[in-house]
């Protein structure tokens, strides 16, 4: 395990169930989306182009959310093997101050510039 002290290691677990519970609310909330019915009218058809353009903006958030959520169940599970705050990639301890900002991260910085 990396050099996150125990307290730590507990901060960042809440954080997490938080953030999973968060998510999975969010998830649940935006699952009933509705086919944009056809007008006739004009602007009836401009509502209807901006109704489309939301609900594929709903949707690609609705994707972000799902990949955020199965990173938080696997920076969860980590937990359990005892490899939480370590690099998947390298193996390396991630900087505390990436798990404060991304408490799911699970790429050590240097690595995860090597994706992008």
């Known amino acids: 395990m990396s050099n996150l002290t125990p307290e730590k290691l507990e901060q960042f ?16 909330q935006t699952s009933n989306s509705q086919p944009i019915e056809r007008s006739g009218s004009a602007i009836g058809r401009l509502t209807r182009m901006d109704a489309i353009q939301m609900q594929a903006m709903e949707q690609m958030s ?24 370590m690099c998947r990639l390298c193996k390396e301890p991630i900087g505390i101050h990436r798990l404060e900002a991304l408490p799911e991260a699970p790429f050590c910085v240097y690595c995860q510039e090597g994706f992008e």
């Not at 609705?62 to 705050?85: C, P, W």
């Open 13 to 28: 677990r809440e954080t997490l169930l938080l953030a999973k519970a968060s998510a999975e609310a969010l998830l649940t």
């Open 62 to 85: 609705r994707g972000q959310l799902q990949v955020r959520l199965q990173q938080i169940e696997a920076a969860l599970k980590s937990f359990d093997r005892g490899t939480y705050g």
